[in-house]
């Protein structure tokens, strides 16, 4: 397979991305059909809707409690699966994280690379860095697969391939998987993707996977999903390496049952999805299959970043169900690539300033009508809408500000000129005698408004204030100011 | 001095910003998850509602599901693999169940023993291998969940690579939830390496949404449910 096709798109140019993909009613629909589909599917797993606030306020308990508590927990973690015979490594970056699987690699003269799904490997682009250092990683999770033989990432952190039409499948397998005819029947499209995939897991010399929870207590990986990869992944080579966000841990092994539920009903519209696999450990003298080696990656990566900060510490609550794009009406337009991001949407708008800075990510806390959707389904009822507002300002504050947590690229957004609107604004707002003065003005010298207003008249008619103010109309029907 | 290590730089940020105290202890959450699941309407309260509930649940997940009696079912799955031109039968006859099956068996189709390390038999094991049966610790009954935990006779596996998977769950072992499973189990006290829980054959809706079956796992499961509670000690 060739990774010469592999592009990667900058998180710049938001705007021009997010304008074709509007553009394209091929793309518009497979995500309407795809985010009516999936709300559909969730909203059917939640019929009484009591039970399922009160397991959204446990599911928000269980992730803070483990916050709170996150670097005993990961030291907890760390030392049950050392003493277990996992590897446990900490990558501060994502090269960091690459260098880490790279040396497990050479170390082991491995040439070839068996992957289960991992958003985390997307986020340090694994998958480049392994292949420019003539190591061959292969998705196996069907979408993943999908979107791999494509060039293309995914667009969709639960569903990779959400944006392609069984149409685009049938011609991608006909044109790179031999012996293959054009069919778009999915049944015989599975099949030719388990066939083609299935001698890759004989043949991988490291099985590579992400990991949805840690238990800290027991030294548990908690891996969800329903095709069989991830196990297959992680039981037949002889080396299995999990790469996971640092934040993925809990206290107890059983704080993650009521979060599995909540996962696997937000994400897909499941009770239950088809295997949960739970790993505590190497293959054990006696045992037959398994890996003998297998190492954990904790990734940093910006998140001590967020961490730091008490309100956008809320942004490591997620769980990745991805509910949050599926509800989104900026996602469900645009498509999970416009934002250029590893992870889209909601969640991505508000994670991808701390793992890549403001500066590159600036445009994105703004592509949001703060409709509240996103905060409306999160199973762990993050403040989404909030804190892109907060990012919204962090993107604006002066970078030469001082502040207690400041974030990279404070101030990426930052102009001299709107600056000083805003504190003229602000201050007429919050001094009546100033304000009143201000109405007088605007309303007697509104035929001075300007007929272009900056980026506001690109797609719309001109601010002009109106000739009467709202209170003197009101004073006219004898109503109090 | 030596330079910090990522370890230590990652904790030391941690711990900067930590609140001294959490908000919550351990075991309010404990409290509130067993109070939440306490709450739930039983899905499945008493034996037979767990039965009926298990079944139903893995069918749904397009699980084949029979209930035999302890004596019956090796006779009826033996009838079953026979009828569904299985060859090679992977299990462990080391076991009980594993024996039974063993001898039901009709001379068309061979039980093979998972007698070596994986790296020994790899192609032999993807290639040639029909079906493989594996015994359950106990099931979950909201969900119709197998709880398998593979060991040296029953690896990994058995449950995974052959197109079919065969499995047995005793009705006494059926738990109403993963929760009442995790805590009556007290998974807390130590896990084995791997512990899996499967509800139906693979499955994957990765290509515009629509389901299919047999993704990378088992394309077809069966279950036989084995009545083993007598009428008089039903729970």
């Known amino acids: 397979m060739s990774e010469s096709t592999l592009h990667f798109v900058p998180s710049q140019d938001f705007k021009t991305r997010a304008r074709e993909a509007l553009d394209d009613p091929k793309l518009r629909k497979s995500f309407r059909g795809a985010m009516d589909f999936l709300q559909g599917k969730r909203l059917a797993q939640f019929p009484d809707a009591d039970e399922l606030e009160h397991l959204r306020d446990l599911g928000e308990a269980i992730r803070q409690h483990a916050l709170a508590n996150l670097p005993d927990l990961l030291v907890q973690l760390e030392s049950n699966l050392t003493a277990a015979g996992v590897q446990v490594h900490w990558a501060e970056t994502a090269d960091e994280a690459n260098a880490i699987i790279h040396r497990i690699a050479q170390a082991k003269q491995a040439r070839r690379v068996i992957k289960g799904k991992s958003m985390a490997s997307e986020e340090i682009e694994l998958n480049h860095y392994l292949a420019e250092r003539g190591v061959d990683c292969i998705e196996s999770d069907m979408g993943e697969y999908i979107v791999q033989l494509a060039g293309e990432k995914p667009s969709h952190i639960v569903m990779p391939a959400i944006h392609k039409t069984k149409g685009d499948i049938a011609t991608l397998f006909e044109q790179h998987i031999p012996d293959t005819p054009y069919t778009e029947d999915v049944d015989a499209l599975i099949q030719t993707g388990r066939r083609a995939l299935r001698q890759a897991f004989v043949e991988a010399d490291i099985g590579l996977s992400g990991v949805n929870f840690a238990a800290a207590d027991t030294g548990t990986l908690w891996l969800v999903e329903n095709e069989g990869n991830g196990r297959l992944s992680t039981t037949v080579p002889d080396v299995h390496i999990a790469i996971m966000g640092m934040e993925k841990v809990v206290a107890r092994l059983e704080h993650i049952v009521p979060l599995s539920s909540l996962l696997t009903r937000s994400a897909t519209g499941q009770a239950i999805t088809t295997y949960f696999n739970l790993i505590s450990g190497p293959r054990r003298e006696g045992e037959r299959d398994g890996p003998r080696e297998v190492h954990l990656v904790l990734l940093d990566n910006g998140r001590t970043q967020a961490y730091a900060d008490e309100q956008l510490r809320a942004t490591l609550q997620c769980i990745r169900c991805g509910a949050c794009m599926n509800h989104c009406p900026v996602y469900t337009r645009i498509g999970g690539h416009a934002y250029g991001t590893t992870y889209p949407g909601p969640i991505g708008k508000i994670i991808s300033p701390h793992l890549l800075g403001l500066e590159a990510t600036a445009d994105l806390p703004t592509a949001s009508s703060l409709c509240g959707a996103c905060g409306e389904v999160c199973p762990v009822r993050i403040p989404i809408p909030q804190l892109l507002v907060r990012l919204r300002t962090e993107a604006n504050r002066n970078p030469e500000e001082q502040v207690a947590h400041p974030l990279r690229g404070q101030g990426a957004k930052f102009s001299r000129g709107e600056h000083l609107i805003w504190r003229f604004w602000s201050g007429a707002f919050s001094h009546p005698k100033a304000y009143r003065m201000f109405r007088w003005a605007a309303t007697r010298l509104r035929a001075l408004t300007p007929a272009k207003q900056m980026g506001w008249t690109q797609h719309r008619t001109p601010l002009t204030p109106a000739a009467r103010s709202l209170s003197d109309l009101l004073k006219d029907k004898g109503q109090p100011e | ?235």
């Open chain 2, 1 to 235: 001095m030596t330079a910090l290590t990522a370890r230590e730089r990652m904790l030391g940020r941690l711990r900067a910003a930590a609140p001294a105290t959490s908000a919550t202890t351990t075991t309010e959450i404990d409290g509130r998850i067993d109070a939440h699941y306490a709450g739930c309407a039983p899905i499945a309260d008493g034996f037979e509602a767990r039965v009926a509930s298990m079944q139903a649940a893995l069918e749904a997940s397009h699980a084949e599901v029979w209930r035999a009696t302890a004596s019956a079912w090796p006779a009826l799955l033996a009838d079953k693999l026979a009828q569904a031109g299985v060859r090679r039968l992977l299990l462990d006859p080391s076991q009980p169940a594993g024996a039974a099956l063993k001898q039901a068996l009709p001379p068309q189709v061979e039980a093979v023993g998972y007698d070596r390390p994986i790296e020994q038999w790899k192609a032999e094991l993807f290639d040639t291998v029909d079906a493989g049966f594996t015994v359950a610790r106990s099931g979950i009954a909201a969900t119709g969940t197998l709880i398998l935990t593979p060991d040296a006779g029953s690896p990994r596996t058995v449950s995974l690579v052959p197109p079919l998977h065969v499995a047995l769950v005793h009705a006494s072992t059926l738990h109403a939830d993963l929760h009442t499973a995790a805590r009556t189990e007290r998974w807390r006290d130590g896990m084995p390496t791997n512990l899996v829980m499967v509800s139906g054959p693979s499955k994957t809706s990765d290509i515009q949404q629509t389901l299919a079956y047999g993704a990378h796992g088992p394309r077809r499961m069966w279950v036989v449910i084995v009545d083993d509670i007598d009428a008089g000690s039903q729970a």
